[in-house]
């Protein structure tokens, strides 16, 4: 019954192009301010966060990088590699395999803005994803989140991360699960390499900020008004 549909992704605007008679693609954004704290990415006198966030319905793709995870965990370095998990708690994290004293889990942050403080303290952000065709509508969340505040980013190589990672540049893609351990020590032994890549795509950031997706707000609140008349 609706005039018009928006949604946040090509794949998904298919499937209701089926059920609605005009979709627009308006893709996820987040407030510029995000964009104004610096970044330290030498996390000297303290220990490197490697860090993972989701939700209860997120969880189920967490299983792809445990092992990494707990690797890396152990991973010998001056102040130490502790993992930090937002979104789930402690007793779903030891249900994973995720385990020991380095591992961290905060739970369920209700706020946006404390869920972005929260995240906003990780030196390398992973976001493991399996190839289900839900995965393959979704938005890449976690690189909006992840570019905006300029920390690099290793995703699962599904079709939304595919769309916007180039591998190396300013990102990483995983295929296969060996790839995950190997990318984190990579970033965890190079700050250099975490600045470059985090600094990269926080630079293209800017197209991601809310303020520049207002004129197509502005366009599909328009679109039904124009119709009626």
């Known amino acids: ?108 942050v209700e706020r946006i803005e404390h869920y972005l403080h929260a995240v906003s303290e990780f030196d390398v952000w992973v976001a493991p994803y399996r190839g289900t065709a839900f995965n393959s509508a979704k938005f890449p969340t976690k690189w909006l989140e992840s570019s905006v505040l300029g920390i690099p980013l290793i995703a699962s190589d599904t079709p939304a991360y595919r769309a916007v990672i180039r591998h190396g540049e300013n990102g990483f893609l995983v295929r296969y699960e060996h790839e ?21 795509a926080r630079g293209e950031a800017s197209g991601s900020i809310m303020q520049a997706l207002h004129h197509q707000w502005e366009a599909a609140v328009r679109a039904p008004q124009e119709v009626t008349a």
């Open 1 to 108: 019954i609706a005039d018009l549909v928006t949604c946040c992704s090509e794949p998904l605007a298919a499937v209701l192009r089926d059920y609605a008679p005009d979709v627009r693609v308006i893709p996820n954004g987040l407030p510029a301010q995000y964009l104004g704290r610096p970044r330290d990415y030498t996390a000297e006198g303290r220990p490197l966060y490697v860090g993972w966030a989701g939700t209860s319905s997120t969880v189920a793709e967490l299983p792809e990088a445990v092992r990494a995870l707990n690797r890396i965990s152990q991973y010998s370095r001056p102040g130490g590699v502790q993992v930090r998990l937002v979104g789930i708690d402690a007793g779903q994290a030891m249900g994973l395999g995720l385990k020991g004293r380095q591992v961290g889990a905060l739970g369920w």
């Open 180 to 200: 995950w351990g190997r990318l984190l020590k990579r970033l965890v032994d190079d700050p250099e390499l975490r600045q470059r890549i985090g600094m990269t």
